[in-house]
């Protein structure tokens, strides 16, 4: 289906106000996975061409309020782990160098794939559970279909390091990063079920 400009500028600006609305209900950071799966699940109905109700995204911003935490928690313990080892490498105090800092960056790499595969299956869920079965649903895909995970973690990664160039941009590229790891998912997931 052919989309006119009219039509393009819509989804644009749709999509931007995702990343703003996301955004601002992550700034309190411990709302973070509740805003980012409430912020997937309005890009699903945005890429779907259906209006966003905001009174049922604000009942799915609620359900998602404690088990979002908890993973926010795990997220923020994996990322200070990361940025640590890095920088323990970096400095030289552990050996190893170049091949431990390529390390490093693959595992950052198959974390955010997983990540970001997870909150693309929970913002097509239909139910405000499920955290633990989009979690398993993203491994699974990053095992059997690693291109795929590939490609979310790049698109990511491409909206993550336009943000830090561009620190103003930030909130609109959460509603882009998020879109992007949909419509590429949406492309090149084979496999039955949620995808």
């Known amino acids: 289906m052919k989309r006119d400009w009219q039509e393009t500028v819509t989804l644009a600006a749709d999509v931007a106000l995702v990343g703003i609305a996301v955004t601002v209900a992550a700034a309190p950071l411990v709302t973070a996975g509740a805003a980012l799966r409430t912020g997937s699940a309005a890009i699903c109905v945005i890429a779907r061409g259906e209006k966003v109700s905001p009174r049922a995204m604000w009942r799915l911003f609620r359900a998602s309020l404690l088990p979002g935490l908890l993973a926010s928690l795990l997220t923020a313990a994996l990322v200070l782990l990361l940025v640590f080892n890095v920088g323990a490498v970096a400095a030289g105090r552990v ?5 431990a800092l390529a390390g490093t960056g693959a595992a950052a ?29 993203a ?12 490609a979310v973690a790049g ?41």
Not at 95 to 99: V, Y
Not at 174 to 184: D, K, M, S, T
């Open 109 to 137: 790499a198959v974390l955010l794939a997983i990540a970001m595969l997870a909150l693309v299956h929970l913002g097509r869920s239909t139910t405000p559970s499920g955290w633990r079965s989009a979690v398993q649903w």
């Open 155 to 195: 698109v990511s990664a491409v909206a993550a390091v336009l943000a830090l160039l561009v620190p103003l941009t930030a909130p609109l590229l959460v509603g882009y990063g998020l879109y992007a790891a949909h419509a590429v998912t949406a492309r090149l997931v084979k496999s039955a079920g949620i995808a």
């Open 139 to 150: 491994l699974a895909t990053t095992w059997r279909q690693p291109g795929t995970a590939a």
């Open 95 to 99: 050996p190893g160098g170049s091949p």
